[in-house]
C-alpha cells in the first residue's frame, strides 16, 4: 500500500474543490441549477405548501418563504456527472437531466438523513424537519425523490430507448444502495463494535453509490458503452470511499476554524467512524472505547481531546489516512485504460485526489 502523501498545511488550507477547467462549464452547471430550480417551481396552488419546504432546504427561502441569497451544496456530484460526459466526448448537455437527477436525489437523501440521526443544523441553518415538522419533512423529502428521478424520464429525444432504460436502473440501482447504507449507518448506532469490512460497506452504499452513478449515469447519457461507464461508477463509488474516510479524520482532528466544527466532533458524538472502528478493534484501547460509548450521554470535550490523541498515537489516524489513499488510487486506476477526453480527464483525477487532500 503506497504511504500518504504529507501535504503542507499552507497548501492544505487553500485547497478548494478542484473545477471542471472549460470555458463552457460554468454554463452547464448553471443549466443544471435552472433545471433544478425549474423541477422544484410549484403548482400556482401550492406556492405556500410543500415546495416552500424543499425551496428552504435548498437554501433558496427563508423558514418564511422570503427569498434569500443562499444555495444549498457545493454541487460536486452533478459536476461529476457533467465531467464524466464531457470526459467520453459528448456535448454535457446530454446529462442535464442526470446532473439535476442526482443533485435532487442527494438532496432528498439529507432530508431524510437528518429526521434519522436528529440533526438540528446542516450547513448552519436549522434541518427542515425542526422548521417544518418531521411528517412534512418525510413527505417533502418523498416528492423530492419523485422529481428527481422523472428528470431521467425527460431525456433527450435523440436519447436511445435502451440508454435511457440503463440510466434509470442505475439511479434506481444507486438508491437501494443508499438505503441499505443508510441502514447499516442506522444500525452501527446500537452495535457494540463495528467490524472494518462493515464499516467500507455501509460507505460504499451511503457515500459510495450515488457519486458512483453520478459518473457512470454521466458518460452513459454520453454515449459511452455500458463496460466504460461502469468503469466510471467505479471510479466515483471510490472517490465517494475517499471522501468518506477523509471526513472522518477531519471528524475527529480537523481544524474547528476550517471544517467549522467542533474539535474531536464525531468523538462528542459518539459516532463509530472509521478511526473509532479500528480504535475498538485494538486490544489495548478496544475495552476502554467500548466502555465509554456504552455511555448514554455524550463525551466531554476534554475527554473526546483525551481519546482523539489515544488514538492518534496508537497508529489509528495514519490508518486511516492510508485507507483513504488507497481509495483515491481505486479511482485513479478506474480511469486508467480509458479513452477519455484529456481535460475532463484530468478534473476527474484532481477530484480524486482532493478527496484526500482537503481539510473541510
Known sequence: MKPPRVVPARERRNTAAPMWDDPGAAAHRDAVRARVRRALDPPRDARDGMYRWLAFHLGWVDAGGAPVDGRAGKGVRPLVSLMACAAVGADPAQAHGVAAAVEMTHEF??????????????????????????????????????????????????????????????????????AEGQYLDIAFESAERVRLADYQLMILGKTGALLGAAAGMGARAGGASTADSDRLTRFGESVGVAFQMQDDVLGIWGDPDVTGKSAGNDLIRRKKSLPVVLAMADETLGPDLVATYARTHPLAPEEAAGWAARIAEAGHRETCTRLAHAAADAALEALDGLDLVPGPRAALAALARFAVDREH
Open 109 to 178: 437523501s439529507l432530508i431524510h438523513d437528518d429526521i434519522e440521526d436528529g440533526d438540528t443544523e446542516r450547513r448552519g441553518r436549522a434541518t427542515l424537519w425542526t422548521v417544518a415538522g418531521v411528517p412534512h419533512a418525510i413527505n417533502a423529502g418523498d416528492a423530492l425523490f419523485s422529481l428527481a428521478r422523472r428528470q431521467l424520464t425527460e431525456a433527450p429525444p435523440e436519447l436511445p430507448s435502451r440508454v435511457a432504460l440503463d440510466l434509470i436502473r442505475r439511479y434506481d440501482t444507486a438508491c437501494l444502495r443508499l
